[in-house]
């Protein structure tokens, strides 16, 4: 008789069970950029308005929303009673108010034109394109901030598929909202930038629906912190946490005016939104490592688990592109589903393997910060993103210096090579006498 198969441990099964749902959110998430290319694509005047979804609107909407993208991480980590549920929910509250102040300033005044005529450097056509799908964009900031912000008490409370499901109702409005910019003839960057807004208001309405039952019941039941979180201590914990993103982002106007000045400017920014989304399918998934380990890192026995479960993700999600890229399917993502030409395609496509690697770094990246999340030692995060941000902008430098790449491949190897630098960094801080167990070790 044959031998029974031996069922995974426990924990990794919880771990799994954990990770399934938000992986699945960021999935979701990752096709909203490409079904909006992909409609983008087909309208009239494709590649300016792809240049101007890819090139200025989301790198300026990015480094808007910088300061709240992980008031997740901090939810999950700190809201553990109803005081620090309120004190978070206040933070949240004023980041989104500053938040939309900053974008409609610059979408709405000459500002628009220092920075995207000036600093970025885009075609004026592009320039032109943009600037309404960018006003069109003015919720997405607080809305991004108050979602994120509910989906961490969800996560904290064994509620990840509830993220899971939001992120599946905020596609579905993307949907609808393109179908009824296409039938109205809208600009091609005003379909894309009205649905994008539309899902993430419906996605954070939808959080605040299913956060009301963890409000009401076990956060209104759980004891109060010891020692309970005053502003100090949050400030103490997130400020360098909000910085790392905020570093980060700052890159993406400077990865814009780069491509503007080399090789094949206009198809370099066109392609960078599309192959960005490819990308976001693969590399997203990862990113919810950090969540799944401060949830459950403080369980006993559970760092190795987490180190088990990070390595095979990291294989896999790498495994996957590898085998999407080595065959046509790249081909027919970038030319019959994107609807690019089929020479911006191929030049597409032909960057693709430079960023092989990125997905598994993502993952082992984001399981190496959840641990020093855990740890209360954010400043660690901030500085792998400096790391990131030299590394990115010395190759980009070199790139525009140089005069001879097109731009595209430039800014993936950028992109690999920053990537990198910051996971190894974030192994390097959390080998340092850890007071905790550890993923890395």
């Known amino acids: 008789m044959d031998s029974p198969v031996p069922s995974p441990p426990p924990l990794l099964t919880e771990v799994l069970s954990a990770w399934a749902p938000l992986a699945l959110a960021w999935f979701l998430m990752g096709l909203e950029l490409p079904l909006a290319a992909a409609v983008i694509a087909r309208l009239p005047d494709p590649v300016v308005n792809l240049a101007a979804l890819g090139g200025v609107i989301f790198p300026l909407a990015f480094v ?27 933070f949240t509250v004023v980041a989104s108010g500053v938040l939309v102040t900053v974008h409609l300033t610059i979408a709405a005044t000459p500002v628009y034109s220092l920075v995207v005529d000036g600093l970025l450097g ?9 600037r309404p799908g960018l006003l069109l964009m003015l919720p997405f900031a607080p809305a991004i901030a108050w979602r994120r912000f509910q989906q961490g008490v969800l996560v904290r409370f064994g509620r990840s598929r509830a993220v899971g499901a939001g992120t599946a109702v905020r596609l579905l409005a993307d949907v609808v909202v393109l179908v009824l910019g ?38 209104t039941a759980a004891p109060p912190a010891d020692p309970p979180l005053t502003w100090r201590a949050f400030r103490a914990f997130y400020v360098p946490l909000m910085l790392s993103p905020m570093i980060a982002l700052a890159g993406a106007p400077l990865v814009s005016a780069a491509l503007a000045r080399m090789p094949r400017a206009l198809d370099s920014l066109a392609a960078w939104s599309v192959v960005m989304g490819f990308l976001f399918l693969f590399r997203g998934p990862g990113i919810a490592a950090a969540e799944v380990v401060v949830a459950l890192l403080p369980r006993p026995g559970a760092a190795a ?32 589903i994107s609807g690019l030409t089929p020479a911006l395609g191929a030049f597409a496509c032909a960057a693709l393997p430079w960023l092989v690697a990125v997905p598994g770094l993502t993952v082992l990246q984001n399981a190496v910060q959840g641990v020093l999340v855990h740890r209360r030692r954010t400043r660690a995060v901030t500085e792998s993103v400096a790391a990131f941000l030299v590394v990115n902008l010395a190759l980009l430098g070199l790139g525009v210096f140089a005069a001879r ?11 690999a090579a920053g990537t990198l630098a910051q996971a190894a960094w974030l ?12 993923l890395a070790g």
């Open 182 to 219: 296409v039938r109205a003839g809208l600009p091609g960057v005003m379909v894309g930038t009205a649905a994008i807004a539309t899902g993430v208001v419906v996605e954070a309405i939808y959080a605040s629906t299913r956060v009301r039952s963890v409000v009401r019941g076990p956060l």
């Open 305 to 336: 688990s987490l180190r088990r479960f990070s390595w095979i993700a990291a294989g896999g999600l790498s495994g996957m592109f590898l085998a999407v890229i080595a065959t046509p399917l790249d081909a027919i993502w970038m030319s019959k």
């Open 427 to 438: 192994g390097l801080r959390a080998r340092e006498r850890p007071p905790t167990p550890a």
């Open 122 to 130: 885009v075609p004026p056509e592009v320039s032109v394109a943009a």
């Open 405 to 415: 790449w097109a731009g595209l491949p430039v800014g993936l190897i950028a992109l």
């Open 64 to 90: 808007v929303e910088a300061p709240i993208i992980l008031l997740l991480t901090a939810a999950n980590a700190l809201c553990g009673d109803i005081p620090s549920y309120r004190l978070v929910r206040r």
